[in-house]
């Protein structure tokens, strides 16, 4: 019998739906009378009792044909009979396909976040490479051109791109009408701002555009050996029971999602921990550390093994190489930026090119591989521009100078030089004794640098250095400042889009491992058993996120030592209310670990006036905050742009030079 309410079939000897409760009725279909007022029901109730049943009125000679029909049912259309119905259980039942879908669509809405946020990243470095992407173009075009005549074009093409700012500059000085007052932005037309724009942005951009697949590449087996290698991963003794239980739950996961069994490897450590590495589903690896599988039972296991092949399935093994390669990129282009000023930053640029033109044995090819990709993502947070440290020495530790005459007489030489030249002059010495006197200043400037030479072993090269620095002043602030911005951008920015695009990922996987499962519990229970005896294991740190249990703070694919404002792993209280949605029954105890709650005293009275202005105070102060950062940024981005020009000034020098004319 089909329930009028929620259309689900039920026997015919129940009065209530199993479903939903709703009363049915035992009735006739529609139309047709029903069997307790049948004439053929009535007729052979009277030939079985003619005299009529005892205790009961005698029925008329001619009773009235009352015929009951039933209520008409819903009709159940073809298209409406696969409609999922809500059934009674430990939660609010939701499809693990229709979960799937809205993590896929909030995965695409945060990947055009996590692309605009790269981008808008990546501008400060732009500034600064494109004087250096425009003086290299001209130097090769000028080697160019001893070999191949290069056409007239091509140079006035390179003023033109040159004298772009300047450009900008005579038309903001240049009032349209002399004698009226006007906006000085009215008289600049848009297309040369877009040209500037386009000046200063493209080179930049395309140019880390191009470095972004190249690394993704080159780090695409050598930096996942070197991880393995870095964790000290080991094959599964398949002597041992729960080993050979873990390789069959891998084959069996593996085969329910469709995917090639991926390699297991084990981890000798203390922490309970479980990873998916490689860079596809062909050399996907899945690491497990022995205490999980002491800790945890098979379901429980398998649960989390199931989470990390749906990864692998999502393809998430790729987009973490993604991921890391955006790091890898701005930290391979501030090495190139700071290569003139810093010796770390050329070392990591020669280590890199080493790593490209040169031919290693496999595994030494992934432990330079993971040393590198570790020098790269960390490069943005060091402040590595070691050439201007000697600024920061006292010379009183270096080396102490020798009784006698100090070398600070030296400062002098200049003034007494003109003092006995001029005295020489207006004395009218003669030639001679004109020449002894200068030659005995000398000598006596000679004298103190002999017996102070350890001193002045010392000063000469810091005095060279201190030119140098002068000279470099304007290339380190444009190196410097752009690294500044780019640390703010990927902290506040950058960062927690990846990391929210990140925690969707999980959260599809974990959607994906009930489909592979049909058991939410087991993937319930698994995650709550590893958060609880779970812990990080040392080793690979951008391969952090990768892992099922990982810090709350500073977890980012950037390094440790940088850190994101927002975890990249979600909170297990999130994770467990999205099982409980696809049917997980994970009791309150088992459950995230919930903030401590401010007790107050019951002797401490506070003003209900505090607790309705503390919200609203405290919401005014993070506004400010937020406003003082934007206008820190846009006057740390005036200062660079204003550096870069002056760079662009240097090239453009360097463009009259080497010119034809």
Avoid at 127 to 148: D, G, K, N, Q, S
Avoid at 510 to 535: E, I
Avoid at 545 to 560: D, E, Q, Y
């Amino acid at each position: 019998m089909v329930c009028p309410r929620c259309g689900l079939w039920n026997p015919q000897r129940n009065a209530t739906c199993e479903s939903c409760g709703e009363l049915l009725h035992s009735a006739a279909p529609a139309g047709e009378p029903t069997a307790a007022t049948s004439p053929t029901t009535a007729a052979a109730i009277a030939a079985a009792f003619p005299a009529g049943i005892p205790g009961m009125a005698a029925a008329p000679a001619n009773p009235p044909q009352i015929v009951q029909t039933a209520p008409t049912l819903p009709r159940i259309r073809p298209h409406e009979a696969s409609v999922y119905a809500p059934i009674l259980g430990p939660a609010d039942r939701e499809s693990f396909f229709a979960a799937q879908r809205r993590h896929r669509r909030a995965t695409w809405k945060l990947t055009v976040g996590s692309a605009v946020a790269a981008i808008i990243t990546g501008i400060p470095l732009s500034f600064v490479l494109t004087p250096i992407v425009f003086a290299v173009i001209l130097i090769l075009t000028r080697l160019l051109h001893i070999v191949v005549p290069v056409p007239d074009l091509i140079w006035d093409a390179y003023r033109s791109t040159g004298l772009v700012l300047a450009d900008v500059i005579e038309a903001l000085d240049d009032p349209a009408t002399p004698g009226v007052e006007e906006s000085e932005w009215r008289n600049v037309p848009i297309s040369l701002f877009v040209k500037a724009a386009a000046v200063w942005l493209l080179p930049g951009i395309v140019l880390m555009l191009i470095i972004w697949p190249i690394l993704i590449q080159l780090f695409r087996h050598g930096g996942v050996g070197g991880v393995l290698l870095s964790l000290g991963a080991r094959e599964p003794v398949m002597t041992d029971l729960e080993e050979r239980q873990l390789v069959n739950v891998v084959e069996e996961m593996a085969l329910a999602a469709g995917l090639p069994t991926p390699r297991v490897r084990l981890i000798d450590s203390d922490a309970a921990n479980a990873a998916a590495i490689g860079s596809s589903p062909d050399d996907a690896t899945i690491v497990v550390s022995r205490p999980l599988l002491d800790d945890l039972d098979r379901d429980e296991t398998q649960g989390v093994l199931a989470h990390l092949v749906a990864s692998i399935g999502n393809g998430d093994l790729r987009g973490a190489m993604s991921i890391v390669a955006i790091f890898q990129t701005f930290g391979f282009a501030s090495a190139l930026v700071k290569a003139p000023i810093s010796g770390p930053a050329r070392a990591t640029v020669r280590r890199m090119l080493g790593y490209v033109f040169s031919r290693h044995k496999p595994h030494e090819h992934a432990a330079e591989a993971s040393i590198i990709s570790d020098m790269l993502t960390s490069g943005i947070w060091e402040d590595n521009s070691d050439d201007f440290d000697f600024m920061d020495e006292d010379p009183n530790t270096v080396v102490t100078e020798q009784p006698g005459p100090s070398v600070r007489l030296l400062l002098y030489f200049p003034l007494l030089f003109i003092v006995v030249f001029a005295a020489t002059l207006l004395l009218e010495f003669p030639d001679g004794l004109r020449r002894m006197s200068l030659f005995g200043v000398f000598a006596l400037a000679g004298w103190i640098v002999w017996y102070q030479r350890e001193y002045v072993a010392y000063a000469v090269p810091r005095a060279l250095k201190m030119a140098r620095m002068m000279v470099m002043l304007p290339y380190y602030m444009a190196a410097t400042l752009p690294q500044i911005m780019i640390m703010m951008l990927t902290s506040f920015m950058l960062e927690p889009m990846l990391a929210f695009l990140w925690r969707t990922r999980r959260y599809l996987a974990d959607a994906s491992a009930v489909q592979l499962t049909r058991q939410p519990d087991w993937v319930s229970h698994g995650l709550t058993g590893l958060v609880k005896r779970g812990a990080i294991i040392p080793g690979g740190k951008w391969a952090g996120p990768l892992f099922v249990v990982g810090p709350k703070i500073g977890s980012g694919f950037s390094a440790v030592s940088g850190g994101s404002v927002v975890s990249f792993h979600p909170p297990l209280a999130e994770r467990l209310q999205k099982l409980r949605r696809m049917g997980a029954s994970v009791p309150e105890a088992t459950s995230a670990r919930k903030r401590p709650r401010i007790q107050v005293r019951d002797d401490v009275k506070v003003n209900p006036l505090v607790r309705i202005f503390i919200a609203p105070i405290f919401i005014v102060l993070m506004i400010v905050v937020a406003i003082l950062m934007v206008v820190a940024l846009a006057l740390l981005g005036m200062l660079a742009l204003g550096a870069c020009a002056i760079l662009m000034m240097v090239v453009y020098g360097l463009f009259a030079l080497i010119a034809p004319t």
